[in-house]
């Protein structure tokens, strides 16, 4: 079985920065993709950035030039960096992954979501 298990969220000013990270274990033949997705009170889920296994990177509008993802494929790891925080990116933030598992089945997992608030 696959589990993401995400930290790293928590309370800060705008203006401020916050660095969610987000670990896969379990077993996994291949990473396809990792992933952060948000969803704030009262909107649909919404992607924010994403990483291939090629290394091509993806953002959402609204966080280009302020967000940037990165990983550390030896540890299974995406981290997402957050600069410049802004009230709206208030949200429960996700990891979610894209694996080959056992039996090389195409699995996709989701974390519980760890929350970031963004208030002064």
């Known amino acids: 079985q696959v589990q993401l298990v995400e930290s790293g969220g928590g309370l800060v000013q705008p203006g401020g920065s916050l660095r969610l990270s987000c670990a896969a274990s379990g077993i996994i033949l291949k990473i396809n993709t990792m992933g952060w997705y948000r969803q704030a009170s009262g909107k649909e889920r919404e992607l924010v950035a994403r990483?291939?296994?090629?290394?091509?990177?993806n953002y959402a509008d609204s966080v280009k030039g302020r967000f940037t993802i990165s990983r550390d494929t030896g540890k299974n790891t995406v981290y997402l960096q957050m600069n410049s925080l802004k009230l709206e990116d208030t949200a429960v933030y996700y990891c979610?992954?894209?694996?080959?598992?056992?039996?090389?089945?195409?699995?996709?997992?989701w974390g519980r979501g760890t929350l970031v608030t963004v208030s002064s």
């Open positions: 990483i291939t296994f090629g290394g091509s990177e």
């Open positions: 979610n992954a894209g694996v080959v598992g056992t039996n090389f089945r195409d699995l996709e997992v």
